[in-house]
Protein backbone atom coordinates (compact mmCIF):
# COMPACT_ATOMS: atom_id res chain seq x y z
CA UNK A 1 0.00 0.00 0.00
CA UNK A 2 1.56 3.38 -0.50
CA UNK A 3 2.41 5.40 2.20
CA UNK A 4 1.28 9.17 2.97
CA UNK A 5 3.57 10.21 5.40
CA UNK A 6 1.40 12.73 7.78
CA UNK A 7 2.54 15.55 10.30
CA UNK A 8 0.75 16.58 12.97
CA UNK A 9 -1.34 13.08 12.60
CA UNK A 10 -1.54 13.42 16.40
CA UNK A 11 -3.71 16.33 16.30
CA UNK A 12 -7.23 17.40 15.43
CA UNK A 13 -7.48 17.57 11.71
CA UNK A 14 -4.33 14.77 10.92
CA UNK A 15 -5.87 12.40 13.02
CA UNK A 16 -9.43 12.63 10.79
CA UNK A 17 -7.07 12.75 7.68
CA UNK A 18 -5.40 9.54 8.49
CA UNK A 19 -8.64 7.79 9.11
CA UNK A 20 -9.96 8.34 5.35
CA UNK A 21 -6.43 7.76 4.04
CA UNK A 22 -6.20 4.09 5.77
CA UNK A 23 -10.16 3.67 4.20
CA UNK A 24 -8.77 4.65 1.05
CA UNK A 25 -6.23 2.25 0.60
CA UNK A 26 -3.57 4.69 2.05
CA UNK A 27 -1.11 3.59 5.24
CA UNK A 28 -0.56 7.11 7.09
CA UNK A 29 2.67 7.25 9.07
CA UNK A 30 2.07 10.06 11.66
CA UNK A 31 5.16 12.44 11.65
CA UNK A 32 4.19 14.56 14.64
CA UNK A 33 6.16 16.09 18.14
CA UNK A 34 3.46 15.72 20.69
CA UNK A 35 3.43 19.58 21.50
CA UNK A 36 -0.09 19.49 21.23
CA UNK A 37 -1.22 16.32 19.73
CA UNK A 38 -2.05 13.19 21.03
CA UNK A 39 -0.21 9.75 20.80
CA UNK A 40 -3.80 8.05 21.74
CA UNK A 41 -5.30 9.85 18.13
CA UNK A 42 -2.86 7.71 16.08
CA UNK A 43 -4.90 5.06 15.22
CA UNK A 44 -4.75 4.03 11.71
CA UNK A 45 -0.89 3.58 11.02
CA UNK A 46 2.48 3.66 12.52
CA UNK A 47 3.62 6.66 14.10
CA UNK A 48 7.05 8.43 13.96
CA UNK A 49 7.94 11.35 16.63
CA UNK A 50 9.57 13.79 15.75
CA UNK A 51 10.28 17.32 15.03
CA UNK A 52 9.72 19.31 12.01
CA UNK A 53 12.87 21.00 12.81
CA UNK A 54 15.44 18.08 12.79
CA UNK A 55 16.12 17.12 9.58
CA UNK A 56 18.16 14.28 10.62
CA UNK A 57 14.77 12.69 12.15
CA UNK A 58 13.55 13.36 8.72
CA UNK A 59 15.88 12.30 6.06
CA UNK A 60 15.57 8.86 8.49
CA UNK A 61 11.71 8.59 8.33
CA UNK A 62 11.68 9.06 4.76
CA UNK A 63 14.16 6.19 3.88
CA UNK A 64 12.39 3.95 6.02
CA UNK A 65 9.03 4.79 4.88
CA UNK A 66 9.24 6.10 0.86
CA UNK A 67 5.96 7.62 1.14
CA UNK A 68 4.55 8.43 -1.92
CA UNK A 69 3.49 12.12 -0.31
CA UNK A 70 3.13 14.39 2.38
CA UNK A 71 0.20 15.83 4.20
CA UNK A 72 1.40 18.27 5.82
CA UNK A 73 -0.47 19.53 8.92
CA UNK A 74 1.70 20.13 12.08
CA UNK A 75 1.66 23.99 13.12
CA UNK A 76 0.37 26.20 15.67
CA UNK A 77 -2.60 27.34 15.05
CA UNK A 78 -3.98 30.02 16.94
CA UNK A 79 -4.73 33.58 15.85
CA UNK A 80 -4.74 35.12 19.38
CA UNK A 81 -1.24 33.44 20.18
CA UNK A 82 0.19 34.68 16.77
CA UNK A 83 -0.38 37.93 18.11
CA UNK A 84 1.49 37.88 21.35
CA UNK A 85 4.03 35.74 20.16
CA UNK A 86 4.94 35.67 16.40
CA UNK A 87 8.12 34.61 16.23
CA UNK A 88 6.99 30.90 17.83
CA UNK A 89 4.59 30.98 14.66
CA UNK A 90 7.77 31.81 12.01
CA UNK A 91 9.82 29.84 13.79
CA UNK A 92 7.75 26.66 14.10
CA UNK A 93 5.41 26.77 11.14
CA UNK A 94 7.63 28.48 8.68
CA UNK A 95 10.87 27.20 9.72
CA UNK A 96 9.56 23.44 10.42
CA UNK A 97 7.57 23.85 6.75
CA UNK A 98 11.06 24.62 5.30
CA UNK A 99 12.90 21.74 6.59
CA UNK A 100 10.12 19.38 6.01
CA UNK A 101 10.20 20.47 2.27
CA UNK A 102 13.73 20.13 1.97
CA UNK A 103 13.70 16.78 3.33
CA UNK A 104 10.95 15.86 0.99
CA UNK A 105 12.71 17.15 -2.14
CA UNK A 106 15.49 15.56 -1.29
CA UNK A 107 14.16 11.63 -0.90
CA UNK A 108 12.43 12.09 -4.25
CA UNK A 109 8.65 12.86 -2.53
CA UNK A 110 7.72 15.35 -5.13
CA UNK A 111 4.07 15.01 -4.16
CA UNK A 112 2.95 17.67 -1.10
CA UNK A 113 -0.44 18.44 0.22
CA UNK A 114 -0.93 21.22 2.33
CA UNK A 115 -2.84 22.68 5.30
CA UNK A 116 -2.95 26.62 4.27
CA UNK A 117 -5.93 29.44 5.88
CA UNK A 118 -8.67 31.65 4.91
CA UNK A 119 -6.06 33.95 7.23
CA UNK A 120 -4.05 34.16 4.48
CA UNK A 121 -6.44 36.53 2.70
CA UNK A 122 -6.92 38.79 5.74
CA UNK A 123 -9.75 41.76 6.11
CA UNK A 124 -11.68 42.23 2.85
CA UNK A 125 -14.69 44.34 2.90
CA UNK A 126 -17.30 41.22 3.46
CA UNK A 127 -16.64 39.98 -0.27
CA UNK A 128 -16.42 35.79 -0.63
CA UNK A 129 -12.82 35.14 -0.72
CA UNK A 130 -11.82 33.47 -4.28
CA UNK A 131 -8.60 31.14 -4.50
CA UNK A 132 -7.65 34.94 -7.13
CA UNK A 133 -7.83 37.55 -4.26
CA UNK A 134 -5.35 39.00 -2.92
CA UNK A 135 -3.37 37.43 -0.33
CA UNK A 136 -2.90 40.44 3.20
CA UNK A 137 -3.06 38.88 6.38
CA UNK A 138 -3.47 40.35 9.37
CA UNK A 139 -2.06 38.28 11.89
CA UNK A 140 1.19 36.18 12.31
CA UNK A 141 -0.74 32.57 11.88
CA UNK A 142 -2.23 34.03 8.38
CA UNK A 143 1.64 35.64 7.40
CA UNK A 144 3.14 32.32 8.72
CA UNK A 145 1.09 30.18 6.48
CA UNK A 146 1.25 32.28 3.25
CA UNK A 147 5.48 32.47 3.79
CA UNK A 148 4.79 28.64 3.42
CA UNK A 149 2.39 28.98 -0.18
CA UNK A 150 5.30 31.15 -1.44
CA UNK A 151 8.15 28.29 -0.67
CA UNK A 152 6.43 26.05 -2.14
CA UNK A 153 5.77 27.91 -5.17
CA UNK A 154 9.44 28.10 -5.02
CA UNK A 155 10.54 24.49 -4.70
CA UNK A 156 8.03 24.05 -7.33
CA UNK A 157 9.80 26.28 -10.29
CA UNK A 158 13.63 24.68 -8.55
CA UNK A 159 12.50 21.46 -7.53
CA UNK A 160 9.28 20.57 -9.53
CA UNK A 161 7.39 20.23 -6.43
CA UNK A 162 3.88 19.29 -7.15
CA UNK A 163 1.57 20.92 -4.53
CA UNK A 164 -1.88 21.53 -3.70
CA UNK A 165 -2.65 23.81 -0.95
CA UNK A 166 -6.06 23.85 0.71
CA UNK A 167 -6.94 27.20 2.25
CA UNK A 168 -9.10 26.16 5.33
CA UNK A 169 -12.20 28.12 6.70
CA UNK A 170 -13.26 27.24 9.87
CA UNK A 171 -12.83 23.35 10.68
CA UNK A 172 -15.62 21.47 13.32
CA UNK A 173 -17.38 18.77 14.25
CA UNK A 174 -15.96 15.05 14.50
CA UNK A 175 -15.50 11.70 13.31
CA UNK A 176 -19.04 10.69 13.44
CA UNK A 177 -17.82 6.77 14.87
CA UNK A 178 -15.73 8.82 17.69
CA UNK A 179 -12.75 7.17 16.96
CA UNK A 180 -11.14 10.26 17.12
CA UNK A 181 -12.23 14.25 17.36
CA UNK A 182 -11.10 17.60 18.72
CA UNK A 183 -9.48 17.74 21.84
CA UNK A 184 -7.11 20.63 22.47
CA UNK A 185 -5.78 21.82 25.61
CA UNK A 186 -5.91 24.20 26.48
CA UNK A 187 -8.79 24.64 23.59
CA UNK A 188 -9.36 28.14 22.18
CA UNK A 189 -11.86 27.21 19.57
CA UNK A 190 -14.98 28.78 19.51
CA UNK A 191 -17.41 25.35 19.27
CA UNK A 192 -15.38 23.09 21.54
CA UNK A 193 -15.63 26.67 23.93
CA UNK A 194 -19.46 26.74 23.60
CA UNK A 195 -19.87 23.08 24.50
CA UNK A 196 -17.38 23.79 27.40
CA UNK A 197 -20.26 26.29 28.74
CA UNK A 198 -23.03 24.23 28.39
CA UNK A 199 -21.52 21.66 30.24
CA UNK A 200 -20.35 23.93 33.02
CA UNK A 201 -16.83 22.38 32.66
CA UNK A 202 -16.00 26.86 32.11
CA UNK A 203 -18.21 29.41 33.85
CA UNK A 204 -19.37 31.02 30.70
CA UNK A 205 -18.47 31.32 26.72
CA UNK A 206 -16.81 34.86 26.24
CA UNK A 207 -18.16 36.12 22.98
CA UNK A 208 -14.47 38.55 21.38
CA UNK A 209 -16.09 41.69 20.40
CA UNK A 210 -19.88 42.61 19.79
CA UNK A 211 -19.09 45.65 17.87
CA UNK A 212 -18.24 44.03 14.08
CA UNK A 213 -19.53 45.58 11.70
CA UNK A 214 -21.86 42.79 10.91
CA UNK A 215 -25.94 41.99 11.37
CA UNK A 216 -25.76 41.37 15.18
CA UNK A 217 -22.41 42.96 15.95
CA UNK A 218 -20.08 39.42 16.03
CA UNK A 219 -17.69 38.03 13.94
CA UNK A 220 -18.71 35.46 10.90
CA UNK A 221 -16.89 32.29 9.72
CA UNK A 222 -17.31 30.20 7.84
CA UNK A 223 -17.68 26.12 9.24
CA UNK A 224 -16.71 23.05 7.42
CA UNK A 225 -17.18 19.69 8.87
CA UNK A 226 -13.89 18.32 9.73
CA UNK A 227 -14.48 14.92 8.10
CA UNK A 228 -15.73 16.61 4.35
CA UNK A 229 -11.98 18.72 4.74
CA UNK A 230 -10.22 15.17 4.84
CA UNK A 231 -12.50 14.08 1.96
CA UNK A 232 -10.80 16.92 0.17
CA UNK A 233 -7.50 16.20 1.13
CA UNK A 234 -8.25 12.34 -0.48
CA UNK A 235 -9.45 14.01 -3.62
CA UNK A 236 -6.38 16.17 -3.78
CA UNK A 237 -3.80 13.48 -2.92
CA UNK A 238 -5.10 11.67 -5.71
CA UNK A 239 -5.16 14.79 -8.01
CA UNK A 240 -1.47 15.02 -7.61
CA UNK A 241 -0.91 11.11 -8.32
CA UNK A 242 -2.73 11.77 -11.13
CA UNK A 243 -0.10 13.71 -12.42
CA UNK A 244 -2.52 17.39 -12.74
CA UNK A 245 0.04 19.17 -11.22
CA UNK A 246 -0.19 22.26 -8.31
CA UNK A 247 -3.10 23.69 -7.56
CA UNK A 248 -5.12 26.15 -4.65
CA UNK A 249 -8.19 25.20 -3.89
CA UNK A 250 -10.19 26.80 -0.74
CA UNK A 251 -12.32 24.90 1.86
CA UNK A 252 -15.38 26.41 2.94
CA UNK A 253 -18.84 26.10 2.04
CA UNK A 254 -19.86 30.09 0.74
CA UNK A 255 -22.01 29.99 3.80
CA UNK A 256 -21.42 32.35 7.16
CA UNK A 257 -22.62 32.06 10.70
CA UNK A 258 -22.10 34.60 13.35
CA UNK A 259 -20.06 33.66 16.41
CA UNK A 260 -24.01 34.61 18.30
CA UNK A 261 -25.52 32.08 15.20
CA UNK A 262 -23.27 29.60 16.38
CA UNK A 263 -24.13 30.39 20.12
CA UNK A 264 -27.24 29.70 19.19
CA UNK A 265 -27.39 26.72 17.47
CA UNK A 266 -25.30 25.05 20.01
CA UNK A 267 -27.64 25.61 22.59
CA UNK A 268 -30.62 24.21 20.24
CA UNK A 269 -28.67 21.12 20.05
CA UNK A 270 -27.75 20.62 23.39
CA UNK A 271 -30.76 21.68 24.50
CA UNK A 272 -29.22 23.09 27.49
CA UNK A 273 -28.60 27.09 27.88
CA UNK A 274 -25.38 28.67 26.69
CA UNK A 275 -23.98 30.53 29.39
CA UNK A 276 -21.88 33.61 28.07
CA UNK A 277 -20.12 37.11 28.24
CA UNK A 278 -20.21 40.12 26.00
CA UNK A 279 -16.16 40.64 25.84
CA UNK A 280 -13.23 42.83 24.31
CA UNK A 281 -12.12 41.83 20.33
CA UNK A 282 -9.62 39.81 20.23
CA UNK A 283 -6.46 40.91 18.67
CA UNK A 284 -6.08 39.68 14.77
CA UNK A 285 -9.71 38.75 14.11
CA UNK A 286 -11.24 39.74 10.98
CA UNK A 287 -15.04 40.79 10.42
CA UNK A 288 -15.74 37.87 8.11
CA UNK A 289 -14.00 35.47 6.30
CA UNK A 290 -16.59 33.19 3.71
CA UNK A 291 -15.07 31.53 0.87
CA UNK A 292 -16.18 31.01 -2.93
CA UNK A 293 -15.02 27.43 -3.07
CA UNK A 294 -16.49 26.39 -6.25
CA UNK A 295 -13.30 25.37 -7.34
CA UNK A 296 -12.84 22.55 -5.21
CA UNK A 297 -16.21 21.12 -5.98
CA UNK A 298 -15.81 21.69 -9.65
CA UNK A 299 -11.84 20.81 -10.64
CA UNK A 300 -12.01 18.01 -7.74
CA UNK A 301 -15.38 17.36 -7.48
CA UNK A 302 -15.49 17.78 -3.09
CA UNK A 303 -19.34 18.02 -2.07
CA UNK A 304 -19.06 19.02 1.91
CA UNK A 305 -22.11 17.20 2.42
CA UNK A 306 -21.96 17.25 5.86
CA UNK A 307 -21.14 20.49 6.65
CA UNK A 308 -24.32 21.96 7.80
CA UNK A 309 -24.15 24.23 11.53
CA UNK A 310 -26.12 21.70 12.82
CA UNK A 311 -24.96 18.31 12.09
CA UNK A 312 -21.18 20.03 12.76
CA UNK A 313 -22.27 20.78 16.17
CA UNK A 314 -24.18 17.23 16.81
CA UNK A 315 -21.30 15.79 16.17
CA UNK A 316 -19.09 17.83 18.15
CA UNK A 317 -21.24 17.24 21.00
CA UNK A 318 -21.08 14.24 20.92
CA UNK A 319 -17.62 13.47 20.56
CA UNK A 320 -17.12 16.60 23.65
CA UNK A 321 -19.74 14.09 26.05
CA UNK A 322 -17.91 10.80 25.42
CA UNK A 323 -14.51 11.28 23.92
CA UNK A 324 -11.02 12.85 24.94
CA UNK A 325 -7.41 12.34 25.17
CA UNK A 326 -5.11 12.07 28.16
CA UNK A 327 -0.92 12.29 27.87
N1 LIG B 1 -14.54 33.34 19.39
C1 LIG B 1 -15.21 33.90 20.48
N2 LIG B 1 -14.95 33.42 21.73
C2 LIG B 1 -14.06 32.41 21.95
C3 LIG B 1 -13.38 31.83 20.85
C4 LIG B 1 -13.65 32.33 19.58
O1 LIG B 1 -16.01 34.81 20.32
O2 LIG B 1 -13.87 32.05 23.12
C5 LIG B 1 -14.79 33.85 18.05
C6 LIG B 1 -13.56 34.41 17.36
O3 LIG B 1 -13.37 35.76 17.68
C7 LIG B 1 -13.89 34.19 15.89
C8 LIG B 1 -14.75 32.93 15.91
O4 LIG B 1 -15.22 32.77 17.26
O5 LIG B 1 -14.69 35.25 15.41
C9 LIG B 1 -13.98 31.67 15.53
O6 LIG B 1 -12.78 31.64 16.32
P1 LIG B 1 -11.88 30.35 16.40
O7 LIG B 1 -10.78 30.65 17.39
O8 LIG B 1 -12.72 29.15 16.65
O9 LIG B 1 -11.29 30.19 14.93
P2 LIG B 1 -10.47 31.21 14.00
O10 LIG B 1 -11.50 31.97 13.21
O11 LIG B 1 -9.65 32.10 14.88
O12 LIG B 1 -9.64 30.32 13.16
Redesign the pocket.
Known amino acids: MSVVLVTGGAGYIGSHACKVLAQNGFTPVTVDNLSTGWAQAVKFGPFEQGDLQDRARLDEIFAKHKPVAVMHFAAF ?3 GESMSDPGLYWRNNVGGSLTLIEAAVAAGCQNFVFSSTC ?1 TYGEQDGVALTEDSVQMPINAYGASKRAIEDILTNFEASHGLNHVIFRYF ?1 VAGADPDGEVGEFHQPE ?4 P ?1 VLDAVEGKRDA ?5 TDYDTPDG ?2 I ?1 DYVHVMDLVDAHVLGLNWLLDGKGSAAFNLGTGTGFS ?1 RE ?1 VDASGAITNKPVPMIEGER ?1 AG ?1 CTK ?1 VSGSEKARDQLGWDPKRSKMDAMVRDAWRWHQNGHYDR
Open positions: SQVANTHLILLTIYGTCRVVRDL
